[in-house]
């Protein structure tokens, strides 16, 4: 197993020097799921939630999410993102299933940005609907896969959204 990167010689943490390292194209894709009440599912598909159309803003909460990653991550580098797309589906019962692919062209990996991404957007409709169902549950929030860098591609087996 490769020895972890994040620790200085007095091993403390540290954030990685990317310096060195080849700049090269680089795509991340998580997925997250919000299980709740058949009826709330429903509601928020047909745009009656109180609050506004939430998947748009949970949308819009995942980009933004995204773009601001190292703000919420102590030891991420700031990245310039090239793209970010959020899409939605479900399972027509009581699962809301939320996916981020994230894509950049530089020398680290951009696993950490389509995680918080599909985090925030899942929040955002916890928060939109919790005066609906406040036992909504969040999870599993999984890296589907990743390609680019130094480390290769990576693929968890599970089939993207759309």
Same mark, same amino acid.
């Given at each position: 197993?490769?020895?972890?990167?994040?620790?200085?010689?007095?091993?403390?943490?540290?954030?990685?020097?990317?310096?060195?390292?080849?700049?090269?194209?680089?795509?991340?894709?998580?997925?997250?799921?919000?299980?709740?009440?058949?009826?709330?599912?429903?509601?928020?598909?047909?745009?009656?939630?109180?609050?506004?159309?939430?998947?748009?803003?949970?949308?819009?909460?995942?980009?933004?999410? %995204? /773009?601001?990653?190292?703000?919420?991550?102590?030891?991420?580098?700031?990245? #310039? &993102? *090239?793209? $970010?797309?959020? +899409?939605?589906?479900?399972?027509?019962?009581?699962?809301?299933?939320?996916? %981020? /692919?994230?894509?950049?062209?530089?020398?680290?990996?951009?696993?950490?940005? #389509? &995680? *918080?991404? $599909?985090?925030? +957007?899942?929040?955002?409709?916890?928060?939109?609907?919790?005066?609906?169902?406040?036992?909504?549950?969040?999870?599993?929030?999984?890296?589907?896969?990743?390609?680019?860098?130094?480390?290769?591609?990576?693929?968890?087996?599970?089939?993207?959204?759309?």
């Amino acid at each position: 197993m490769e020895s972890l990167t994040h620790f200085n010689e007095q091993g403390r943490a540290r954030m990685v020097d990317i310096s060195e390292k080849e700049t090269t194209s680089r795509t991340a894709v998580a997925r997250t799921a919000v299980t709740m009440r058949p009826d709330t599912l429903q509601t928020i598909k047909a745009g009656k939630i109180g609050k506004g159309d939430v998947l748009a803003v949970a949308q819009v909460a995942g980009i933004m999410a %995204a /773009k601001q990653t190292s703000s919420w991550i102590p030891m991420c580098h700031p990245i #310039a &993102l *090239t793209g $970010v797309n959020i +899409a939605f589906s479900d399972n027509d019962e009581n699962e809301l299933y939320i996916e %981020a /692919k994230v894509k950049t062209t530089g020398r680290t990996g951009v696993e950490m940005e #389509a &995680l *918080t991404a $599909v985090s925030a +957007a899942a929040l955002t409709v916890y928060d939109m609907c919790k005066a609906l169902q406040k036992d909504m549950v969040i999870g599993p929030t999984q890296l589907v896969e990743k390609t680019g860098g130094k480390s290769g591609d990576y693929r968890s087996g599970g089939e993207p959204v759309g």
